[in-house]
């Protein structure tokens, strides 16, 4: 399967971060160096068309002093028109100290005397070379024409900045077309890298995806030694050993389910054991009974005094007997698994049915029953029915005078717990634990009963998965708690 990690195209993935990071830092580098360049090219080539016009104008001067001595026209114009050849020289010019222009490389304007502010202001400084103006596209130096520092003129050259101009234009494209190639390159390289740092990465998500749909049998093939390597390996290695663990778990499981069916099964046996003995037993157990019975109506004062005596046992036993017998049989009936489905009781309903049920023992007892609401729990009703009725029922019998009954629901996690509260006989901590066991009990027989009960109440909260405990003290009343499992809300 074809893990799909491509979702959204703004989603970050690690092959678009690089993507992005070595091409950006590629650009800012390249438009640091472009601008770098082209700054540093175009500095030069201004300071260089400076320094040249300065030197001409320096020069010009030199060369033209003779001829300004011998007001020669012809030869100041022969001067100046020698630098006309000069592509890089827009014009030249020489003027007498007050700017009237004795030569220019455009004959037009000699005879006409400098007008604009710059030269005229130049023409009241002191006498040295300097640069007059610097504009885009024009520079212009002046040098004094002197004899012995006596001042007899100006000589001025012009520099055309325009070629310079092109040439900067012409480096700056080609650092852009560079940058542009080197952007792509990097580009290129992080598609490359990222190809080859999220290939294993790839490989590992389709594992982890290929785990989480519970197939441990295909390992990450490794592709790459770096840490994400070594993280596969790892990973591997988890998996190899989830697998082992959870083929244990399955036997381990198996072999709980073959346990757990033989206990039910020998439960069952035990059960179905139980409830044919107790039932097959009543039937012989009848006889005996009858016949006692009628030994003692036809005999009774017919033989000695003894012989009565031993008949009453015989009687007072098969009546013992019948009952454990009868209370036998009604255990193997709680214990028997229903088939019913569990489902949400009102233990309120399942209480005030086990009240019906105890009717004639509270109205003769005057039994006082309080209670609050009662909650819902997973159950079958007849099993609430019959704890609260065994629990009831012994809080009556085990009373003193007047039996007060309370009983409440308090929340415990997953669980409701019961408690029956009663002002009876109590119990010794001793036997606390000891009640709960089928027969076993703590008051001998001026109390009728069987043992019985007690042990019905843990049967069927153990198979609820709650409990059943008791907390008491002799003479001072009986608290049982049991827990039941609490219905969804
Ligand atoms: P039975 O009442 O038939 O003897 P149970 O299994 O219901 O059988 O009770 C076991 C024993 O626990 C009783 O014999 C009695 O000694 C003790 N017992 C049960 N409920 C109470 C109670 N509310 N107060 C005092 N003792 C109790």
Not at 51 to 58: K, N, S, V, Y
Not at 145 to 154: A, K, Q, R
Not at 287 to 306: H, I, P, T
Not at 431 to 440: A, G, V, W
Request: hydrophobic letters at 45%; charged letters at 20%.
């Amino acid at each position: 399967m074809k893990l799909k990690l491509s979702g959204s195209l703004l989603r970050p993935t690690i092959r678009k971060e690089l993507i992005f990071g070595v091409t950006s830092v590629h650009a800012v580098l390249m438009l640091i160096f472009i601008v770098g360049l082209v700054t540093r090219q175009h500095s030069f080539l201004l300071e260089r068309a400076r320094e040249r016009t300065l030197h001409q104008a320096e020069l010009l001067a030199a060369s033209a002093a003779p001829q300004i001595i011998s007001k020669d026209l012809a030869g100041l114009s022969e001067v100046v028109d020698s630098l006309s050849r000069d592509p890089t020289v827009r014009f030249a010019m020489l003027t007498d100290v007050r700017g009237l222009i004795l030569g220019h490389t455009d004959p037009k304007h000699s005879g006409e005397y400098l007008r604009d502010e710059i030269s005229r202001r130049q023409l009241s400084q002191p006498a040295r070379s300097s640069i007059v103006y610097q504009g885009r596209d024009m520079v212009e130096s002046v040098a004094p024409v002197s004899i012995e520092n006596t001042v007899l003129g100006w000589a001025w050259v012009a520099a055309d900045l325009r070629e310079n101009n092109q040439q900067v234009a012409a480096v700056t494209r080609a650092g852009i077309l560079n940058a542009c190639l080197a952007v792509a390159a990097g580009m290129l390289f992080a598609l490359l890298l990222a190809a080859s740092l999220t290939r294993q990465l790839r490989l590992l998500l389709e594992g982890a995806d290929r785990m989480a749909h519970d197939n441990f049998d295909q390992p990450v093939p490794l592709v790459s030694s770096n840490e994400v390597g070594v993280l596969t390996r790892a990973f591997n290695r988890a998996m190899r050993k989830l697998r082992s663990d959870r083929a244990a778990i399955e036997k381990a499981h198996a072999e709980l389910q073959a346990a757990n069916q033989a206990i039910q099964h020998a439960n069952d046996n035990l059960r179905e054991f139980a409830h044919v003995a107790s039932h097959d037993l009543q039937e012989p157990l009848r006889s005996v009974a009858g016949f006692s019975e009628l030994l003692r109506r036809r005999y009774k004062g017919k033989l000695d005094d003894q012989a009565d005596e031993f008949i009453e046992f015989i009687n007072a036993g098969t009546i013992r007997m019948q009952n454990l017998i009868r209370a036998l049989l009604e255990y193997s009936r709680a214990t028997a698994s229903g088939a019913d489905p569990i489902q949400p009781v009102d233990s309120g309903a399942a209480l005030r049915i086990a009240l019906d049920n105890l009717n004639t023992a509270i109205h003769s007892t005057g039994a006082s029953i309080q209670t609050l609401d009662l909650p819902t729990v997973k159950a079958h009703e007849i099993a609430v029915v019959q704890l609260f009725q065994n629990l009831i029922s012994n809080a009556i019998k085990y009373s003193k005078d007047h039996p007060l009954i309370q009983i409440s629901a308090e929340r415990d996690q997953a669980y409701w717990k019961f408690s029956v509260a009663d002002n009876g006989i109590g119990i010794d901590p001793h036997d606390q634990e000891l009640i709960f066991h089928i027969f076993k009990r703590a008051h001998g027989d001026q109390y009728p009963g069987s043992g019985i009960g007690l042990a019905i109440c843990s049967r069927i909260v153990e198979r609820y998965g709650g409990r059943i405990w008791v907390e008491a003290a002799p003479g001072q009343g009986s608290t049982f708690y049991f827990s039941l499992p609490a219905a969804p809300e």
